[in-house]
T-cell receptor, first 110, second 114 residues
Framework: EDQVTQSPEALRLQEGESSSLNCSYT??????LFWYRQDPGKGPEFLFT???AGEEKEKERLKATLTKKESFLHITAPKPEDSATYLC???????????FGEGTQLTVNP | KAGVTQTPRYLIKTRGQQVTLSCSPI?????VSWYQQTPGQGLQFLFE???????NKGNFPGRFSGRQFSNSRSEMNVSTLELGDSALYLC?????????????FGPGTRLTVT
């Protein structure tokens, strides 16, 4: 069964304190991994797509990386406005629909 | 370019009633997917429509149904509402199949069943 597991469930950082979020997956023949950011009461906002091991993508203070079994979302010198829930998702092995992880709730204190 | 829009944004219904939610995708996007999000279950896939055809369906009872129109707009319907149907319902659109192209989400419809 395809599974996506994110850790930690919650992370509290001080402003400027860099860290990483993890997304591990068990699908055969990965066809892409998607990262989203979700603010409370809003729909997820698309951040990145990664397709192959070794690929990296950056956007402002965020950098996403991909290995054969997991992806990391690195947050460098975070600011309070980076506080949100970060979700990762992968296409199912047997179809085209996405399986989402439970998310990591990030809080950045000033 | 306008984003994904969903109407209504908030809805309060009584057990046993039915409800219809609407989604307008980004212009040019032909795939629309629906998700249910609750604090305990996270994002759960309901169904995906592409060119007016249902491509995939999640593990939800038959009370949950949807359709897509020729202009790619989509509706989902929940009949005989139960308290457990209270959730944020999200619609997402993409250029093609949801597993291949990134999805763009709407703001959601917050449904409360009393």
């Amino acid at each position: 069964e395809d599974q996506v597991t994110q850790s930690p469930e919650a992370l509290r950082l001080q402003e400027g304190e860099s860290s990483s979020l993890n997304c591990s997956y068990t699908v055969s023949g990965l066809r892409g991994l998607f990262w989203y950011r979700q603010d409370p009461g809003k729909g997820p906002e698309f951040l990145f797509t990664l397709y192959s091991a070794g690929e990296e993508k950056e956007k402002e203070r965020l950098k996403a990386t991909l290995t054969k079994k997991e992806s990391f979302l690195h947050i460098t010198a975070p600011k309070p406005e980076d506080s949100a829930t970060y979700l990762c998702a992968v296409p199912e092995t047997s179809g085209s629909r996405l399986t989402f992880g439970e998310g990591t709730q990030l809080t950045v204190n000033p | 370019k306008a984003g994904v829009t969903q109407t209504p944004r908030y809805l309060i219904k009584t057990r046993g009633q039915q409800v219809t939610l609407s989604c307008s995708p980004i212009s040019g996007h032909r795939s629309v997917s629906w998700y249910q999000q609750t604090p305990g279950q996270g994002l759960q896939f309901l169904f995906e429509y592409f060119s007016e055809t249902q491509r995939n369906k999640g593990n939800f009872p038959g009370r949950f149904s949807g359709r897509q129109f020729s202009n790619s707009r989509s509706e989902m319907n929940v009949s005989t509402l139960e308290l457990g149907d209270s959730a944020l319902y999200l619609c997402a659109s993409s250029l093609g199949a949801s597993g291949t192209y990134e999805q763009y989400f709407g703001p959601g419809t917050r449904l409360t069943v009393t």
